[in-house]
Every structure is written in C-alpha cells, then in structure tokens.
C-alpha cells in the first residue's frame, strides 16, 4: 500500500540484507588482511567468497530497492533522471570523494612520482569511471572504490531499464527477465573461460611496459574482467530489478525461500570447486550467488524478520557506505597487531571490525546524510517554481 505522497513502504528487510552485507564484505576482508588464512588456500576460499557475496548482494539489492523506489505507481509523478541522478551522486559522492582524498595521502607523501603515474586513474576516480576501462595501474590509487564507480554505472543504466523492467506484464515475465539476465552473465562469464588466452594476448600487446610482469597484468585483468568492471555486474543488477517487479505484482514466494536461499549461500562459501574448471573461477567473481541472493531479497522484502527492524541494523545498513570504504583506512593499523605473535590475529579481527563500524556509523551521520541533504538543497526548486525540496535521499 503506498501512502498519501505515493512513496511505496519501508520495507525493513531489505535494510537488514543491507546490514548483513555489509557486514559480510568487512569480515572477508578483516580475514584476508589481518589473518594467516590467505598462506592456507582452503581456508582462504571461504573468506573471499565471503566478500564475493557480500557485494553481489549490494548489486542486486541496488536494483531491486532502485526499481521499487522508482517504479511508476498512482501519486509518484513522473520519473526525473536528472533529479535521480543528483540524487543517487548527493548519496555516494562527498563521503566517496573524502575518503578517495584520505586513501591517496600516502601514496603521495611516500612516491614522489604519484601522479606522473596516476595520470589517466586518478581523473577517473574523480569522475566515478575508474572501473569502466581498463587501466593496469588504476587499483593502486583507491583499490576498494571500484564498488561504487561500478554503482555509478548502473544509475546511468537506471534510466534505460526502468520502463522495459516496468512493462513485464506478469510474475512469469518478471523471473523469465530475471533468468535470462543471469543466463546471459553466465554465458558471458562461459565466453571469458573460454577466449582467455586471446584475450590476454591482447592486452598484453596492448600493454608492452608489463612484458616482464605478464602475471602480474593477468591478474590485474582478470580481477578488471570478470570482477570490477561494470558490464558483467550489470546483469546482477538488471536481475534485482526484475526480481522487484515480481514483487509489486504480488509475488511473495514460500516461507521457506529465505532460509533456504540463506543455506545455499553458506554452502557456496564453503563447497570446494573442481581445480580445473576455470569458468567456475570467473562465475564465482559475479553472478555465481546472485539468483540465491535475489530470493533473500525477495523473502526479506516480504516477511521482515524482528532482527532486521533492530536500531544496530538499521544503523549499520545506513553507514554502509561509509563502513565499507573506510576499511583500508580502519582495517591495515591493526596488521600490526595481527603480526605482533602467533594467535594476535584472534584480537586483531574484532577490533578492527569494531573500529570500522564505529567510525563508519560517525561517518555516516557527521559527514555522508548531512552533506547529501546540502547538495539535495541546492537543488530543490526555488518559492514559484513547480516540485518541492526534498531531504537526503534514500535508496
């Protein structure tokens, strides 16, 4: 039931998949950087696919909140992609652009030679680009940016899906268009496995000054490829907002769906994959867990659990952003305390987290809502004119 102003209600769980995330992505990469689990690659799996999943979750959870919010419904008025496009960048772009400002402090002081080689990069993170080309030197500027340049990508995209996602005109329509988005990235993800040798060799002639680094540029490319840039993750996207509009045309699912889906994520964190088969390798770097994501996303958005209406989760779903590019910066001091002896990684991780969250929920509420309600100021229509101000926006 939508309210007076036509705005759809608060769906509280998809705050809470937003919180557990978020918390999914911190504690993967508290484990790779604060523990001996990447020397032991058995254990390490678990914790990458931990991160994996964690942001697959945010790509899929953003179209499916995007397309809710943004859906036609009686009382909404139009859609406005300028004003959505403010809006979206008022949201993700002061507390990007800080931390982007805190993250290249040390390089800068440490390599004289910073900018001369961060030329091309580091106007592409200003502009939100980085991850739309491919550039070797580009992840030594803001490594963990990548997420919301990728994100910046699928608010351009917004636009051009809304009215095709709007115009399925069934539930079946609805999860064919989400299958087929998934098809489709695992049939991309198939065409990678199997190209991989001509597409190497023709980055590599691409870049010459790696010719005595060609595992070093294979791995750069790899990661660019299958995991950061924005063309594969589309689909996930594209598949969350297809799985919204299943939604608003009264598809719920069993009660089971959920936990169900939750067990299936638990048990590809964990379930090892043949050695040989590289194309579960690039599955696992996008859309392996984006269909079990999609039905918890589906379960929590029609039956919230208790936990997820918590003040700590929705705290924490709302400093997600912050939490999450905070964590070179909050996470690496504690290395040394994960060095210090044999079992120290056992305090190193908490407190990190602790720390990371912390200063992430400061974040959120000091500089990320107050600055997105600035720059949303600035443009809200002036007395005389048609519209009204709107406060910080919400996904």
């Not at 990069?121 to 980085?130: G, N």
């Not at 190497?200 to 540029?217: G, T």
């Not at 299958?226 to 907002?241: D, I, N």
């Not at 958005?301 to 910066?329: E, I, K, M």
């Amino acid at each position: 039931m939508e309210n007076a102003a036509g705005k759809p209600p608060f769906l509280a769980g998809l705050g809470g998949l937003r919180a557990l995330a978020a918390l999914a992505v911190l504690a993967g990469h508290a484990l790779a950087w604060l523990t001996p689990l990447p020397s032991h690659p058995y254990l390490a799996v678990p914790a990458a696919r931990l991160t994996q999943a964690g942001l697959s979750g945010f790509f899929v959870l953003s179209g499916f909140v995007l397309f809710y919010t943004h859906a036609p419904r009686p009382g909404a008025g139009p859609f406005r992609p300028g004003r959505f496009a403010v809006a979206r960048l008022a949201r993700v772009y002061p507390v990007y652009l800080l931390l982007l400002a805190a993250n290249t402090v040390g390089p800068l002081l440490k390599e004289p030679d910073f900018f001369s080689r961060c030329a091309v990069s580091l106007p592409a993170h200003l502009a939100l680009v980085q991850t739309w080309f491919f550039a070797p030197q580009s992840p030594s500027v803001f490594p963990i940016g990548w997420a919301v340049s990728t994100e910046a990508f699928f608010y351009l995209l917004f636009p051009l899906l809304l009215r095709p996602v709007q115009a399925l005109p069934t539930r079946r329509a609805a999860l064919t268009a989400a299958g087929l988005a998934l098809g489709a990235a695992a049939a991309g993800d198939a065409m990678i496995a199997a190209s991989w040798p001509t597409l190497f060799a023709r980055v590599a002639r691409d870049h010459p000054d790696y010719a005595d680094r060609a595992v070093e540029l294979g791995g750069l490319y790899f990661q660019w490829l299958t995991y950061t840039a924005p063309y594969l993750r589309a689909l996930e996207f594209l598949c969350g907002m297809a799985t919204a509009r299943f939604f608003l045309l009264g598809g719920r699912g069993p009660a089971w769906l959920g936990p169900a889906a939750g067990i299936g994520l638990v048990a590809l964190a964990a379930a090892p994959f043949p050695r040989n088969s590289f194309f579960l390798s690039v599955l696992a770097n996008n859309a392996l867990y984006a269909p079990l994501l999609a039905a918890v996303c589906l379960a929590l958005a029609a039956r919230a659990p208790a936990w997820a209406g918590w003040r700590a989760t929705t705290a924490l779903a709302g400093a997600s952003l912050s939490v999450y590019l905070l964590q070179p910066l909050t996470l690496e001091p504690w290395q040394a305390l994960a060095k210090h002896g044999p079992g120290w990684w056992l305090a190193a991780v908490p407190c990190g987290m602790a720390a990371t969250v912390a200063v992430g929920l400061f974040l959120a509420r000091r500089v990320e809502a107050p600055a997105a309600r600035r720059v949303m100021g600035l443009f809200a229509p002036r007395p005389g004119r048609p519209g009204k101000a709107a406060g910080a926006p919400r996904d």
